[in-house]
C-alpha cells in the first residue's frame, strides 16, 4: 500500500453515505478495514447476552452481526464489479428485509463473528489487490453513481458506525450485556 487513499469526494456517493465515511475520512480506509479486523472481535468477546436488543423494535446483538456480514459482501461485491470496468447497474439491497431472513438469532454469536471474519479477509484481499489507479473507477449502485474509492471508506464507516453502536447502545465492551 504505498500510494495513500483519501477519502472521496461529494460527487463519488450518494449524501446518505456522507455520515458513515465522515466515521473515517481521516484516515486510509484500507488501513480502518484491516484494523477493524481485529476490533470487532475484540469489542464482542465479552458479549453474554447477543440475543439483547436495546429496544423492542430495534436488532439483537447477532442480528447487528449478520447485518454487517450482509452489507460488508454487498459493498465488496460493488467494488469488485466497478474496479472490474462492468458498466451493469447494481441493484441496491433492503437490510430490514435481509435481517430477518437471516434468521441469525438462530446463530452463535461466534458463529457470526468468524463468519465477519471470513467476510473481511475477502474485503481485505479484494482492497489489498485493486491498482490505485482504479480507486477512482466509478459505477451505478441503487441508481446512484459511486466510486471504488467511496466503497472502501463507506465499508470501513459502515463498520465503525455499528462498532459505536454496540458500544454507546448495547452496551457492548462495557459491564452490559
Aim: net charge negative.
Amino acid at each position: 500500500m504505498p500510494d495513500v487513499l483519501t477519502a472521496p469526494a461529494a460527487d463519488e456517493f450518494d449524501q446518505f453515505y456522507a455520515g458513515y465515511i465522515g466515521h473515517v475520512s481521516d484516515r486510509d480506509a484500507r488501513a480502518v478495514i484491516h484494523e477493524q479486523l481485529q476490533a470487532l472481535p475484540a469489542l464482542l468477546i465479552t458479549v453474554a447476552d447477543a440475543g439483547f436488543r436495546y429496544a423492542p423494535d430495534k436488532w439483537t446483538i447477532k442480528e447487528v452481526i449478520g447485518h454487517l456480514c450482509d452489507t460488508e459482501r454487498v459493498l465488496a461485491y460493488r467494488m469488485m464489479r466497478i474496479v472490474r470496468d462492468d458498466p451493469t447497474p447494481i441493484p441496491g439491497f433492503d437490510e430490514n428485509q435481509y435481517v430477518p431472513a437471516g434468521n441469525f438469532n438462530a446463530r452463535e454469536l461466534g458463529d457470526l463473528v468468524m463468519e465477519w471474519e471470513a467476510c473481511r479477509h475477502a474485503t481485505l484481499a479484494l482492497v489489498e489487490s485493486i491498482e490505485f489507479a482504479k480507486w477512482t473507477s466509478r459505477g451505478t449502485a441503487n441508481g446512484q453513481t459511486v466510486s471504488a474509492r467511496a466503497l472502501a471508506y463507506i465499508v470501513a464507516g459502515h463498520t465503525q458506525h455499528h462498532l459505536e453502536i454496540l458500544r454507546t447502545r448495547y452496551g457492548v465492551g462495557s459491564d452490559q450485556p
